[in-house]
């Protein structure tokens, strides 16, 4: 499965940005996908995700603000973020991955085979 993300830009904080993220080669309906991120010089870190049967779950940073959302016909995930706080600068990377449980996607890196390129979000204040 290949992953393209996009979307990303700068934005003042309180804004909405929606990122979205293709992906190509085969169908990832079958498929745990979700977001991660990386702020400038700092570690990688869970954003949300969703199993292929609709549960999601989200950082608690992000929880209330952010949305996640698949069209498993058009092969796309997105991830509506609204109320953007300059610290949701970051580097954000959709990803898909093998679904561990019914009940809950996986949350850790290591859980997800797939990653896209990344799209830059930048929200001043």
């Known amino acids: 499965v290949q992953l393209q993300a996009s979307g990303g830009g700068l934005v003042q904080a309180g804004g909405s940005l929606r990122l979205s993220c293709a992906a190509s080669g085969r169908s990832f309906s079958g498929y745990a996908v979700g977001w991660f991120r990386q702020p400038p010089g700092k570690e990688r870190e869970f954003v949300s995700a969703?199993?292929?049967?609709?549960?999601?779950d989200y950082a608690d940073s992000v929880r209330g603000r952010f949305t996640i959302s698949r069209d498993n016909p058009k092969n796309a995930v997105y991830l509506e973020m609204n109320g953007l706080k300059p610290e949701d600068t970051a580097t954000y990377y959709c990803v898909a991955g093998q679904d561990i449980s019914f009940t809950r996607p996986p949350t850790a890196a290591d859980e997800y085979d797939f990653w896209g390129q990344g799209t830059e979000v930048t929200v001043s204040s």
């Open positions: 969703m199993n292929q049967v609709g549960f999601t």
